[in-house]
């Protein structure tokens, strides 16, 4: 059964965060965002059927969701909503880290709040992520939303579900990838862990936010979703 026809219900929040984890880490490929010395790369695989799981936010932002393919596109519709309109208001104009902390946090409790009402099984069976890109790779931001609503920040990296398989591509200094290009991390250090979850017509999907143009304040140009003519470039 997949996970977007699942309906249960728990006896309590750690029976049923446990059983959402172990969907996740059955049912969805892993997504990865890591922060390089060139830019921030976003990478999973995807397929026609369901769409995409990287999707652009801001100039500077993107969102990465995995699990459930509805729950993932209820929470994208939301925060990309919420970030336009607070994005034409004139105290958050150009302050993308403002508007995505503040979306983090609206949607952290909506998540919580849901998933804490044991009477209900309308709750989210997905994790989330934010990323805002900085001028170096220290001021990236990388928050990340769990399926309990817990939400945590980083400048390095994240891994959807989170698990310990970032721990086997990054080794044991995380930091060494600011020092490192995309094409690099994703070649040598990502690729492996996605390369079995690629069949038929599912694919690797493959965002960056592109430090270049940041620093040359070419924001319209800082987003770029890689064809997948570019992916095979990358990796030969």
């Given at each position: 059964?997949?996970?977007?026809?699942?309906?249960?219900?728990?006896?309590?929040?750690?029976?049923?965060?446990?059983?959402?984890r172990?969907?996740l880490?059955?049912?969805?490929?892993?997504?990865?965002?890591?922060?390089?010395?060139?830019?921030?790369?976003?990478?999973?695989?995807s397929?026609?059927?369901?769409?995409?799981?990287?999707?652009?936010?801001?100039?500077?932002?993107?969102?990465?969701?995995?699990?459930?393919?509805?729950?993932?596109?209820?929470?994208?519709?939301?925060?990309?909503?919420?970030?336009?309109?607070?994005?034409?208001?004139?105290?958050?104009?150009?302050?993308?880290?403002?508007?995505?902390?503040?979306?983090?946090?609206?949607?952290?409790?909506?998540?919580?709040?849901?998933?804490r009402?044991?009477?209900?099984?309308?709750?989210?069976?997905?994790?989330?992520?934010?990323?805002?890109?900085?001028?170096?790779?220290?001021?990236?931001?990388?928050?990340?939303?769990?399926?309990?609503?817990?939400?945590?920040?980083?400048?390095?990296?994240?891994?959807?579900?989170?698990?310990?398989?970032?721990?086997k591509?990054?080794?044991d200094?995380?930091e060494?990838?600011?020092?490192?290009?995309?094409?690099?991390?994703?070649?040598?250090?990502?690729?492996?862990?996605?390369?079995?979850?690629?069949?038929?017509?599912r694919?690797?999907?493959?965002?960056?936010?592109?430090?270049?143009?940041?620093?040359?304040?070419?924001?319209?140009?800082?987003?770029?979703?890689?064809?997948?003519?570019?992916?095979?470039?990358?990796?030969?």
């Amino acid at each position: 059964m997949t996970m977007d026809l699942m309906i249960k219900f728990h006896s309590s929040c750690e029976k049923r965060a446990g059983e959402i984890r172990k969907d996740l880490k059955s049912e969805t490929t892993p997504a990865f965002v890591i922060s390089c010395r060139d830019g921030i790369l976003s990478a999973t695989v995807s397929g026609k059927r369901k769409g995409h799981k990287i999707y652009r936010m801001l100039d500077r932002s993107v969102f990465t969701g995995v699990g459930s393919v509805l729950d993932c596109k209820n929470l994208y519709a939301a925060a990309s909503s919420s970030a336009k309109v607070q994005a034409h208001m004139e105290r958050s104009k150009g302050d993308v880290s403002y508007i995505i902390e503040n979306i983090v946090t609206s949607l952290s409790s909506q998540i919580a709040n849901q998933f804490r009402n044991l009477y209900s099984n309308n709750y989210f069976r997905a994790e989330i992520a934010f990323t805002v890109i900085g001028q170096d790779p220290a001021e990236d931001e990388i928050w990340c939303v769990d399926c309990t609503g817990d939400n945590t920040l980083s400048s390095n990296f994240a891994c959807l579900p989170v698990d310990d398989e970032m721990a086997k591509v990054l080794g044991d200094d995380p930091e060494h990838t600011w020092e490192m290009d995309m094409k690099t991390v994703f070649r040598d250090m990502v690729y492996g862990s996605l390369v079995k979850h690629v069949k038929g017509d599912r694919g690797p999907e493959v965002v960056v936010l592109d430090r270049t143009k940041m620093e040359e304040k070419k924001f319209g140009d800082v987003y770029k979703r890689l064809s997948q003519e570019q992916i095979s470039n990358w990796l030969s």
